[in-house]
Protein backbone atom coordinates (compact mmCIF):
# COMPACT_ATOMS: atom_id res chain seq x y z
CA UNK A 1 0.00 0.00 0.00
CA UNK A 2 2.71 2.27 1.04
CA UNK A 3 4.35 1.27 -2.61
CA UNK A 4 1.24 2.67 -4.42
CA UNK A 5 1.17 5.97 -2.79
CA UNK A 6 4.61 6.45 -3.48
CA UNK A 7 4.20 5.38 -6.93
CA UNK A 8 1.42 7.73 -7.15
CA UNK A 9 3.30 10.57 -5.50
CA UNK A 10 5.55 10.25 -7.83
CA UNK A 11 3.48 10.27 -11.10
CA UNK A 12 1.89 13.23 -9.30
CA UNK A 13 5.23 15.34 -8.94
CA UNK A 14 5.86 14.38 -12.82
CA UNK A 15 3.21 15.38 -13.81
CA UNK A 16 2.75 18.67 -12.11
CA UNK A 17 6.65 18.99 -12.92
CA UNK A 18 5.10 18.62 -16.90
CA UNK A 19 2.84 20.81 -16.21
CA UNK A 20 4.75 23.84 -15.00
CA UNK A 21 6.80 23.67 -18.20
CA UNK A 22 3.90 23.30 -19.90
CA UNK A 23 2.67 26.18 -18.08
CA UNK A 24 5.95 28.13 -18.35
CA UNK A 25 6.34 27.20 -22.10
CA UNK A 26 2.98 28.49 -22.77
CA UNK A 27 3.86 31.78 -20.64
CA UNK A 28 6.87 32.47 -22.84
CA UNK A 29 5.23 31.79 -26.34
CA UNK A 30 2.94 34.12 -25.55
CA UNK A 31 4.86 36.74 -24.04
CA UNK A 32 6.84 36.28 -27.16
CA UNK A 33 3.36 37.03 -29.02
CA UNK A 34 2.87 40.17 -27.16
CA UNK A 35 5.82 41.67 -28.03
CA UNK A 36 5.55 40.47 -31.99
CA UNK A 37 2.18 42.13 -31.76
CA UNK A 38 3.40 45.19 -29.52
CA UNK A 39 6.26 45.47 -32.28
CA UNK A 40 3.20 44.69 -35.36
CA UNK A 41 1.25 47.62 -33.83
CA UNK A 42 4.28 49.92 -34.06
CA UNK A 43 4.91 48.88 -37.21
CA UNK A 44 1.45 49.74 -38.30
CA UNK A 45 1.91 53.23 -36.77
CA UNK A 46 4.63 53.81 -38.74
CA UNK A 47 3.26 53.06 -41.60
CA UNK A 48 0.21 54.85 -41.19
CA UNK A 49 2.13 58.21 -40.59
CA UNK A 50 5.08 57.25 -43.51
CA UNK A 51 1.31 57.21 -45.94
CA UNK A 52 0.87 60.53 -44.58
CA UNK A 53 3.80 61.67 -44.95
CA UNK A 54 3.35 60.27 -48.70
CA UNK A 55 0.48 61.94 -49.51
CA UNK A 56 2.03 65.07 -48.41
CA UNK A 57 4.44 64.56 -50.65
CA UNK A 58 2.58 63.77 -53.10
CA UNK A 59 0.55 67.03 -53.13
CA UNK A 60 3.87 69.03 -52.76
CA UNK A 61 4.94 67.31 -56.43
CA UNK A 62 1.86 68.19 -57.69
CA UNK A 63 1.77 72.07 -56.08
CA UNK A 64 5.14 72.22 -57.77
CA UNK A 65 4.41 70.91 -61.14
CA UNK A 66 1.65 73.17 -61.33
CA UNK A 67 3.78 75.78 -60.40
CA UNK A 68 6.31 74.71 -62.96
CA UNK A 69 3.71 74.84 -65.88
CA UNK A 70 2.38 78.14 -64.93
CA UNK A 71 6.15 79.87 -64.86
CA UNK A 72 7.49 78.05 -67.79
CA UNK A 73 6.59 80.38 -70.19
CA UNK A 74 8.02 83.87 -68.33
CA UNK A 75 10.60 82.42 -66.02
CA UNK A 76 12.95 79.06 -68.05
CA UNK A 77 15.80 79.88 -66.10
CA UNK A 78 13.47 79.47 -62.56
CA UNK A 79 11.94 76.06 -64.35
CA UNK A 80 15.30 74.94 -64.05
CA UNK A 81 15.85 75.36 -60.45
CA UNK A 82 12.05 74.44 -59.69
CA UNK A 83 12.86 70.83 -62.00
CA UNK A 84 15.59 70.31 -59.23
CA UNK A 85 13.67 70.15 -56.33
CA UNK A 86 10.71 68.08 -58.00
CA UNK A 87 13.84 65.41 -58.70
CA UNK A 88 14.92 65.62 -54.92
CA UNK A 89 11.01 65.13 -54.16
CA UNK A 90 10.45 62.50 -56.45
CA UNK A 91 13.53 60.64 -54.83
CA UNK A 92 12.33 61.03 -51.50
CA UNK A 93 9.04 59.93 -52.73
CA UNK A 94 10.49 56.81 -53.84
CA UNK A 95 12.84 56.19 -50.49
CA UNK A 96 9.62 56.60 -48.72
CA UNK A 97 7.73 54.11 -51.06
CA UNK A 98 10.57 51.71 -50.87
CA UNK A 99 10.45 52.38 -47.63
CA UNK A 100 6.75 51.83 -46.95
CA UNK A 101 7.11 48.34 -48.89
CA UNK A 102 10.05 47.18 -46.30
CA UNK A 103 7.72 47.95 -43.34
CA UNK A 104 4.72 45.61 -45.34
CA UNK A 105 6.89 42.85 -46.13
CA UNK A 106 7.78 42.74 -42.11
CA UNK A 107 4.27 43.56 -41.01
CA UNK A 108 3.44 40.61 -43.27
CA UNK A 109 6.19 38.84 -41.79
CA UNK A 110 5.40 39.48 -38.17
CA UNK A 111 1.23 38.33 -38.58
CA UNK A 112 2.97 35.41 -39.99
CA UNK A 113 5.28 34.20 -37.19
CA UNK A 114 2.42 35.11 -35.06
CA UNK A 115 0.39 32.36 -36.50
CA UNK A 116 3.07 29.96 -36.25
CA UNK A 117 3.45 30.74 -32.70
CA UNK A 118 -0.71 30.37 -32.22
CA UNK A 119 -0.32 26.85 -33.61
CA UNK A 120 2.69 25.87 -31.82
CA UNK A 121 0.36 26.69 -28.61
CA UNK A 122 -2.09 24.72 -30.03
CA UNK A 123 -0.02 21.67 -30.52
CA UNK A 124 1.74 22.34 -26.78
CA UNK A 125 -1.72 22.24 -25.32
CA UNK A 126 -2.86 19.24 -27.09
CA UNK A 127 0.19 17.60 -26.50
CA UNK A 128 -0.03 18.54 -22.73
CA UNK A 129 -3.99 17.38 -22.65
CA UNK A 130 -2.79 13.88 -24.05
CA UNK A 131 -0.36 13.34 -21.66
CA UNK A 132 -2.78 13.80 -18.48
CA UNK A 133 -5.13 11.59 -20.00
CA UNK A 134 -2.71 8.93 -20.63
CA UNK A 135 -1.83 9.43 -16.78
CA UNK A 136 -5.22 9.49 -15.41
CA UNK A 137 -5.78 6.15 -17.34
CA UNK A 138 -2.59 5.12 -15.45
CA UNK A 139 -3.80 5.64 -12.22
CA UNK A 140 -6.70 4.39 -12.58
CA UNK A 141 -5.59 0.87 -14.35
CA UNK A 142 -2.98 1.35 -11.17
CA UNK A 143 -5.69 2.01 -8.87
CA UNK A 144 -8.05 -0.79 -9.95
CA UNK A 145 -4.62 -3.11 -9.50
CA UNK A 146 -4.21 -2.22 -5.93
CA UNK A 147 -7.85 -2.94 -5.27
CA UNK A 148 -7.47 -6.34 -6.89
CA UNK A 149 -4.39 -6.76 -5.02
CA UNK A 150 -6.39 -5.94 -1.47
CA UNK A 151 -9.13 -8.38 -2.27
CA UNK A 152 -6.94 -11.48 -3.08
CA UNK A 153 -5.07 -10.33 0.69
CA UNK A 154 -8.27 -10.07 2.14
CA UNK A 155 -9.62 -13.63 0.73
CA UNK A 156 -5.85 -15.01 1.17
CA UNK A 157 -5.96 -13.96 5.00
CA UNK A 158 -9.88 -15.19 5.69
CA UNK A 159 -8.35 -18.72 3.97
CA UNK A 160 -5.34 -18.77 5.99
CA UNK A 161 -7.78 -18.12 8.95
CA UNK A 162 -9.94 -21.26 7.70
CA UNK A 163 -6.95 -22.96 7.53
CA UNK A 164 -5.63 -22.04 11.05
CA UNK A 165 -9.16 -23.64 12.79
Same mark, same amino acid.
Given at each position: ?????????????? #????????????? $??? +???????????????????? !?? =????????????????????? /?? +???? +? %????????????????? #? %?????? #? #??????? =??? =???????? /? !?? %?????? $??? +???????????????????????? %??????
Amino acid at each position: MCLLISVLKGQDEL #EDGEQRALRAKKR $ALQ +ECEELLEDHCNALSSLKTAQ !EA =ELNMLRRKVDIVVDFSNQRQV /AA +EGKL +E %NTHCELKAQKSQLAAAE #E %NLKLVT #E #EIDKYKQ =EIG =EMQDRLQK /A !EL %NFKLKV $AAH +ERSALDNWVKARFWERKIVQQSRE %NTYMKH
